[in-house]
Nanobody
């Protein structure tokens, strides 16, 4: 399974960015997709997650500002980030839990390569 993330960049405080993640490979079922982030010197933390059933979960610091989309039929999703602050500066990672055709009885986690989000004036 390969994850392709896009949409990172630099923005001024109060601005918006949209991250996208697309999963490809031998995916039998996408169980959930999520975004995590890691700022310098800090632990990786959950930003938002979405299940195949459409249940969304958000980290406390982004609730009300970020919105995760439902999982599309092509195993992609996006994260709309509004009201960005310097505290949102981090490397953002796409994370998925899938069942693959080759191992249908096992749920496997995959991490994508990070995409940098920088919020500064």
């Amino acid at each position: 399974v390969q994850l392709q993330a896009s949409g990172g960049g630099s923005v001024q405080p109060g601005g918006s960015l949209r991250l996208s993640c697309a999963a490809s490979g031998s995916i039998r079922r996408m169980n959930f997709m999520a975004w995590y982030r890691q700022a310098p010197g800090k632990e990786r933390e959950l930003v938002a997650s979405i299940t195949s059933g459409g249940s969304a979960n958000y980290g406390d610091s982004v609730t009300g500002r970020f919105t995760i989309s439902e999982i599309n039929s092509d195993n992609s999703m996006s994260l709309q980030m509004n009201g960005l602050t310097p505290e949102d500066t981090a490397v953002y990672y796409c994370y998925v839990n899938v069942r693959e055709f080759r191992t249908p009885g096992i749920a496997t986690n995959y991490w994508g390569k990070g995409t940098q989000v920088t919020v500064s004036s």
